[in-house]
């Protein structure tokens, strides 16, 4: 039965299903040797790619591994045009995990929207979080041939959230540029835990995109919605260009981070949407220690932790490796200023820990906060737990369904071969009665001139007996 007529693919549109592989094993090859499809390191020698055969369609499963495949289905143009390499990165795996998607079943543009992404907040040395990648960009399937019929995944910006365009408004000849990878020998691949469970999908699914909770503001962190505020901030009226961005990495980071205004980290740029927020560190003031009378103003403590200290006066005497202390610091030696530098020291301290109290009180209710959030995050933990337990029936389902829809195909292969078997039988048959009642016809027609033969030779007796007679 073709795959096309199959239960298992009708819901795929048929654009997809009218799509066959175009790349030669020998394109492949040269493409492996250059570099573009892996990464560092001995990963060309863990993998092998392989042209798919005219009959593949990129939706097709791996029916001898119907659960996790020992191959990987892959777009040409993931590599070509955006610079993403195998493995996938950390984030592009949770992202996929997260959204429930195959990366083949993504549209380039997704691909692309994906890459910049990362680019960007790596170049800012923000947080990579699936969660503001989803509250930021919507992936959803067109539904071009009915709600029925499922295509490409695409994505769309939120609303007053544009911070990317598209790379290509129509992007074309990328549907037949389908191959396969597959670990070499007993080497774990990528898509695969140590306990061997898969990371992502791998196969095409008619309710990819559907399994995942749409984000909202209102369900991010404080760090998620600085993130996501801070793209909003810098990016939403320069609308990013995918395509300038992957051409040239390099230059598209030094440009990011001049609009950033030479500002990293998600600290040092929450200033831009926390206008009133402080980026300083306050300065600790300790008295510095010296010959005079009169105690002199306290110096702070400089960022290192260093104490600055006045030229010619306190510690600046203090020399030698050895950290002796120079003779000249101890020749107008007072035991009274140890006392008022002592009284002074204890007076400054109650006057800082006044000033921390504040400090204290608000790290006090961080503290509740976190131990709260601990408590949130446990929860979370065992709804996803539940929520993966949940998906692995529902998919032991649909492997117990693929098994008895595999064993009825068989039981109705078996039942064709009968029925042709029984035609054959029937028509030997049929040949042998008309062979007998050919034979009867012949055997009926002998014995019907045998009839008439005697019948004639009784009448001929019968007319003799009667001139005898006469």
Same mark, same amino acid.
């Given at each position: 039965?073709?795959? $096309?007529?199959?239960?298992?693919?009708? #819901?795929?549109?048929?654009?997809?299903?009218?799509?066959?592989?175009?790349?030669?094993?020998?394109?492949?090859? +040269?493409?492996?040797?250059?570099?573009?499809?892996?990464?560092?390191? =001995?990963?060309?020698?863990?993998?092998?790619?392989?042209?798919?055969?005219?009959?593949?369609?990129?939706?097709?499963?791996?029916?001898?591994?119907?659960?996790?495949?020992?191959?990987? #289905?892959?777009?040409?143009?993931?590599?070509?045009?955006? %610079?993403?390499?195998?493995?996938?990165?950390?984030?592009?795996?949770?992202?996929?995990?997260?959204?429930?998607?195959? &990366?083949?079943?993504?549209?380039?543009?997704?691909?692309?929207?994906?890459?910049?992404?990362?680019?960007?907040?790596?170049?800012?040395?923000?947080?990579?979080?699936?969660?503001?990648?989803?509250?930021?960009?919507?992936?959803?399937?067109?539904?071009?041939?009915?709600?029925?019929?499922? %295509?490409?995944?695409?994505?769309?910006?939120?609303?007053?959230?544009?911070?990317?365009?598209?790379?290509?408004?129509?992007?074309?000849?990328?549907?037949?540029?389908?191959?396969?990878?597959?670990?070499?020998?007993?080497?774990?691949?990528?898509?695969?835990?140590?306990?061997?469970?898969?990371?992502? &999908?791998?196969?095409?699914?008619?309710?990819?995109?559907? =399994?995942?909770?749409?984000?909202?503001?209102?369900?991010?962190?404080?760090?998620?919605?600085?993130?996501?505020?801070?793209?909003?901030?810098?990016?939403?009226?320069?609308?990013?260009? &995918?395509?300038?961005?992957?051409?040239?990495?390099?230059?598209?980071?030094?440009?990011?981070?001049?609009?950033?205004?030479? $500002?990293?980290?998600? +600290?040092?740029?929450?200033?831009?949407?926390?206008?009133?927020?402080?980026?300083?560190?306050?300065?600790?003031?300790?008295?510095?220690?010296?010959?005079?009378?009169?105690?002199?103003?306290?110096?702070?403590?400089?960022?290192?932790?260093?104490?600055?200290?006045?030229?010619?006066?306190?510690?600046?005497?203090?020399?030698?490796?050895?950290?002796?202390?120079?003779?000249?610091?101890?020749?107008?030696?007072?035991?009274?200023?140890?006392?008022? #530098?002592?009284?002074?020291?204890?007076?400054?301290?109650?006057?800082?820990?006044?000033?921390?109290?504040?400090?204290?009180?608000?790290?006090?209710?961080?503290?509740?906060?976190?131990?709260?959030?601990?408590? =949130?995050?446990?929860?979370?933990?065992?709804?996803?737990?539940?929520? $993966?337990?949940?998906?692995?029936?529902?998919?032991?389902?649909?492997?117990?369904?693929?098994?008895?829809?595999?064993?009825?195909?068989?039981?109705?292969?078996?039942?064709?071969?009968?029925?042709?078997?029984?035609?054959?039988?029937?028509?030997?048959?049929?040949?042998?009665?008309?062979?007998?009642?050919?034979?009867?016809?012949?055997?009926?027609?002998?014995?019907?001139?045998?009839? =008439?033969?005697?019948?004639?030779?009784?009448?001929?007796?019968?007319?003799?007996?009667? +001139?005898?007679?006469?």
């Amino acid at each position: 039965m073709p795959y $096309e007529l199959s239960p298992i693919y009708r #819901w795929v549109s048929r654009d997809v299903l009218g799509a066959p592989p175009i790349l030669s094993q020998a394109y492949l090859d +040269e493409l492996k040797l250059s570099e573009v499809i892996f990464g560092g390191g =001995d990963m060309k020698g863990r993998y092998r790619v392989e042209a798919s055969c005219p009959g593949d369609r990129v939706c097709y499963l791996n029916l001898d591994h119907p659960t996790v495949p020992n191959w990987l #289905w892959v777009n040409k143009v993931m590599f070509t045009e955006f %610079g993403i390499r195998v493995p996938f990165t950390d984030f592009q795996q949770r992202l996929l995990n997260r959204a429930s998607v195959a &990366p083949s079943q993504l549209h380039p543009n997704v691909c692309s929207v994906i890459r910049c992404f990362e680019l960007v907040t790596d170049s800012l040395r923000l947080p990579q979080d699936p969660e503001v990648f989803l509250y930021l960009f919507t992936l959803f399937s067109p539904n071009t041939e009915g709600k029925t019929k499922k %295509g490409y995944m695409s994505v769309r910006p939120g609303k007053h959230r544009k911070i990317f365009g598209l790379y290509e408004d129509s992007f074309h000849d990328f549907k037949g540029c389908l191959f396969k990878i597959f670990p070499v020998g007993k080497h774990r691949p990528f898509w695969l835990s140590l306990e061997g469970q898969g990371r992502f &999908p791998r196969y095409w699914s008619r309710d990819a995109g559907m =399994d995942y909770v749409p984000v909202t503001y209102k369900g991010l962190n404080a760090d998620q919605k600085d993130t996501a505020d801070i793209l909003v901030k810098l990016f939403s009226e320069r609308n990013l260009k &995918p395509k300038t961005i992957s051409s040239n990495p390099s230059e598209a980071r030094e440009a990011i981070v001049d609009m950033a205004g030479k $500002e990293v980290t998600l +600290e040092r740029l929450c200033p831009l949407i926390h206008p009133g927020a402080s980026q300083s560190v306050p300065a600790i003031f300790v008295p510095a220690p010296g010959p005079s009378k009169t105690p002199v103003e306290p110096q702070p403590i400089l960022a290192g932790g260093d104490v600055a200290f006045p030229e010619g006066g306190g510690l600046s005497n203090v020399g030698g490796a050895e950290g002796l202390v120079h003779e000249e610091v101890l020749k107008d030696y007072d035991p009274m200023e140890s006392i008022r #530098w002592a009284e002074w020291a204890s007076h400054r301290a109650a006057t800082i820990m006044k000033s921390i109290e504040p400090w204290l009180i608000a790290a006090d209710q961080w503290e509740g906060r976190c131990v709260k959030l601990n408590g =949130d995050l446990k929860a979370l933990d065992l709804q996803r737990i539940e929520a $993966e337990k949940e998906k692995l029936v529902a998919e032991q389902a649909r492997v117990k369904a693929k098994g008895d829809l595999k064993s009825l195909s068989g039981k109705l292969e078996a039942l064709e071969r009968e029925k042709v078997q029984e035609a054959e039988r029937r028509k030997d048959r049929k040949s042998e009665l008309e062979g007998e009642i050919r034979d009867l016809r012949k055997s009926v027609f002998d014995e019907k001139a045998r009839a =008439d033969k005697v019948e004639a030779s009784l009448a001929k007796s019968e007319r003799s007996h009667e +001139e005898v007679v006469g």
